[in-house]
C-alpha cells in the first residue's frame, strides 16, 4: 500500500508541474478546454504563408520554369535527396511528411526572426514564432514517433517489437527507454535553440544600439534553417531504421 500511495503521490507531483507556466499565455476556451491561442494564430499564419507560396508557385505552371517554379522545384529535390539518403529506396511515401516538418520548421523559426510578432497587442502575453513554445515542438516530435512506429509496423507487423529484445533481452528496458528519450531530444532540441536565439536578440536590442544586433539576427537564421535541417533529417533517420531494424 506504500508503494501504491508513493506512486500516486508522484503522479500527482508531475501533474502540478504540468501545470507551472512561465510568462503570461492568451488563451481561447473552446468547450471545457483552454487552446493556447498563441500558438495557434502563429501557425495558421505559417501555414498561410507556405500554402500562399506553393499556391502562387503552382498556379500557371510554364514550360519554362519561372524563378518561382525552380525555387520549389529545388526544395523537393532537396527534400528528396534527404529523405533518400535517411530512409533508403522505399522513400518515395514519406516525402510529404518530411518536407512537411522542414518546411513548416524552417518558416516557423524565420518567422521569428522576420515577422513583427511584436507590434500585434493580445490581452495577455505576446505572439512569437511556433516553434518557440514547448507544445508545437512536443506535437512534431510526437508526430515523428507515430510516423516511425507505423512505419515499423506497417512493414514488420508484430514482429516489428522484436528489436526491442535483440541483440539480447537484457538491453530491453534501454531499447524501450530510447523510443522515449528521441521525441524529448528532438521536442527540447528545436525548443531550446530557437528560444535561445530570440532571447538573445532581445537581450542585445535592449542593451546596445540597433546596428549591433543584425549579426546576431543573420547568425539566427543561419541557426535556425539548420534546425529545421536536423529535425527533418532526424525523423527521416528514425523512420528509415524502424524500416530496417537496425541501431
Known amino acids: 500500500m506504500n508503494g501504491i500511495s508513493c506512486s500516486i503521490n508522484a503522479l500527482n507531483g508531475l501533474y502540478d508541474i504540468s501545470g507551472v507556466e512561465v510568462g503570461q499565455h492568451f488563451y481561447w476556451q473552446i468547450g471545457g478546454f483552454q487552446v493556447h491561442a498563441q500558438v495557434l494564430i502563429t501557425s495558421w499564419v505559417v501555414i498561410a504563408i507556405l500554402l500562399g507560396s506553393a499556391v502562387i508557385a503552382v498556379r500557371n ?10 525555387f520549389f522545384e529545388y526544395v523537393l529535390e532537396f527534400i528528396r535527396d534527404v529523405s533518400k539518403t535517411q530512409i533508403g529506396e522505399e522513400y518515395g511515401p514519406w516525402v510529404p511528411f518530411i518536407g512537411t516538418m522542414f518546411l513548416f520548421i524552417f518558416v516557423s523559426n524565420w518567422s521569428g526572426a522576420l515577422l513583427p510578432w511584436k507590434i ?12 518557440n513554445d514547448i507544445n508545437t515542438t512536443v506535437a512534431l516530435a510526437l ?16 514482429g516489428y517489437f522484436s528489436k526491442y529484445i535483440q541483440p539480447t533481452p537484457i538491453l530491453l528496458p534501454i531499447n524501450i527507454l530510447e523510443d522515449f528519450t528521441k521525441p524529448l531530444s528532438l521536442s527540447f532540441r528545436l525548443f531550446g535553440n530557437i528560444l535561445a536565439d530570440e532571447l538573445v536578440v532581445v537581450v542585445l536590442v535592449s542593451l546596445v544600439p540597433s546596428v549591433v ?35
Open 61 to 70: 505552371p510554364q514550360t519554362i520554369p519561372t524563378a518561382g517554379q525552380n
Open 120 to 131: 500585434i497587442q493580445l490581452p495577455h502575453g505576446e505572439l512569437a514564432a511556433p516553434t
Open 143 to 158: 508526430l515523428t514517433s507515430v510516423a516511425y512506429f507505423y512505419a515499423g509496423l506497417s512493414k514488420k507487423g508484430l
Open 213 to 247: 544586433p543584425i549579426p546576431v539576427m543573420f547568425l539566427g537564421l543561419f541557426t535556425s534553417g539548420i534546425q529545421a535541417l536536423i529535425f527533418a533529417t532526424l525523423a527521416a533517420a528514425y523512420i528509415g531504421e524502424s524500416m530496417e531494424g537496425h541501431h
